[in-house]
């Protein structure tokens, strides 16, 4: 079974996030077109949900992060933002979006963006927390808070975290974008393909990994995230012991016996 592309009726700006699911793999659809697709409230609010619920869903295995419409995102949505210029409105806002960029990290599953046209400030944050990202050869990126006196110090999080030191500065100060080629030699993207290709694309490289034991993939994710932030003995301590549980597991069992048996293997999630 495979995912059919949305229709056009269905990518009108009616409801802010759309989900659709196929062969173990759900893809969430940011749906603010008009708005190019920028992370109001409610967007975010529904895309933390929708994370939450796939946590508990164990029909799906990977999640496709995708956008309707020309741009990816845009980032927060400007006019909610100053259309309430008090403390209380603002902590609200970014906190909200802390919560999902974490909740994409925490998620036991693996997120790959689907990224077309123009993912800025908190659209390049929302690229970089996700654990893989496929881009179309059109594709920009940038931080460009900095030129309307807003330094992106929350994309800054995820953005510092995805590549160099050096090159997450040259973005957030100079504002520029940069192309979809370079932000693969960055490491902010892991794929670049034709526009027309982008879709297929990625939705194969969900395949190939739903395809893997969801045990060890929320194992892995776990602690890859968890050992980039140790230092290097504490890393192998903790990698080593998350190693131990892993062999323990069935399917750990499986997967090696299989392999001795030269046949598929049968995931049992345990």
């Not at 963006?113 to 050869?137: I, K, N, R």
């Given at each position: 079974m495979s995912a059919d592309p949305l229709p056009a009726a269905a990518l009108a700006d009616e409801t802010p996030l759309l989900r659709q699911d196929a062969d173990g793999v759900a893809v969430l659809t940011l749906?603010?077109?008009?708005?190019?697709?920028?992370?109001?409230?409610?967007?975010?609010?529904?895309?933390?949900?929708?994370?939450?619920?796939i946590r508990q869903d164990e029909s799906v295995k990977v999640v496709i992060l995708?956008?309707?419409?020309?741009?990816?995102?845009a980032g927060h949505d400007l006019k909610e933002l100053r259309a309430d210029p008090g403390r209380e409105h603002?902590?609200?806002?970014?906190?909200?979006?802390?919560?999902l960029m974490l909740a994409i990290t925490r998620l036991p599953k693996p997120v790959i963006a689907q990224v077309q046209g123009?993912?800025?400030?908190?659209?390049?944050?929302?690229?970089?927390?996700?654990d893989l990202a496929v881009a179309a050869a059109e594709a920009r990126f940038a931080t460009p808070g900095v030129n309307i006196g807003l330094f992106c110090s929350t994309p800054m999080v995820a953005l510092s975290r995805a590549v160099g030191r050096k090159p997450a500065m040259e973005m957030l100060l100079t504002g520029d974008?940069?192309?979809?080629?370079?932000?693969?030699?960055?490491?902010l993207v892991n794929r670049v393909v034709p526009p027309g290709g982008l879709a297929e694309e990625t939705m194969a490289l969900a395949r190939q990994i739903a395809a893997k034991s969801p045990l060890t993939l929320a194992l892995g994710k776990e602690a890859f995230y968890e050992q980039a932030e140790m230092g290097l003995q504490s890393a192998y301590e903790y990698a080593s012991e998350v190693m131990t549980r892993n062999m323990l597991a069935r399917d750990a069992e499986e997967g090696i016996d299989a392999f001795i048996e030269k046949r598929p293997p049968v995931w049992q999630g345990r």
């Amino acid at each position: 079974m495979s995912a059919d592309p949305l229709p056009a009726a269905a990518l009108a700006d009616e409801t802010p996030l759309l989900r659709q699911d196929a062969d173990g793999v759900a893809v969430l659809t940011l749906n603010r077109p008009a708005a190019r697709n920028a992370l109001s409230l409610a967007l975010m609010l529904a895309l933390e949900t929708e994370l939450q619920a796939i946590r508990q869903d164990e029909s799906v295995k990977v999640v496709i992060l995708a956008a309707a419409g020309p741009v990816f995102c845009a980032g927060h949505d400007l006019k909610e933002l100053r259309a309430d210029p008090g403390r209380e409105h603002y902590e609200r806002i970014f906190a909200q979006c802390s919560a999902l960029m974490l909740a994409i990290t925490r998620l036991p599953k693996p997120v790959i963006a689907q990224v077309q046209g123009m993912a800025t400030a908190a659209g390049c944050q929302l690229v970089a927390s996700c654990d893989l990202a496929v881009a179309a050869a059109e594709a920009r990126f940038a931080t460009p808070g900095v030129n309307i006196g807003l330094f992106c110090s929350t994309p800054m999080v995820a953005l510092s975290r995805a590549v160099g030191r050096k090159p997450a500065m040259e973005m957030l100060l100079t504002g520029d974008a940069v192309t979809a080629d370079r932000a693969r030699e960055l490491g902010l993207v892991n794929r670049v393909v034709p526009p027309g290709g982008l879709a297929e694309e990625t939705m194969a490289l969900a395949r190939q990994i739903a395809a893997k034991s969801p045990l060890t993939l929320a194992l892995g994710k776990e602690a890859f995230y968890e050992q980039a932030e140790m230092g290097l003995q504490s890393a192998y301590e903790y990698a080593s012991e998350v190693m131990t549980r892993n062999m323990l597991a069935r399917d750990a069992e499986e997967g090696i016996d299989a392999f001795i048996e030269k046949r598929p293997p049968v995931w049992q999630g345990r």
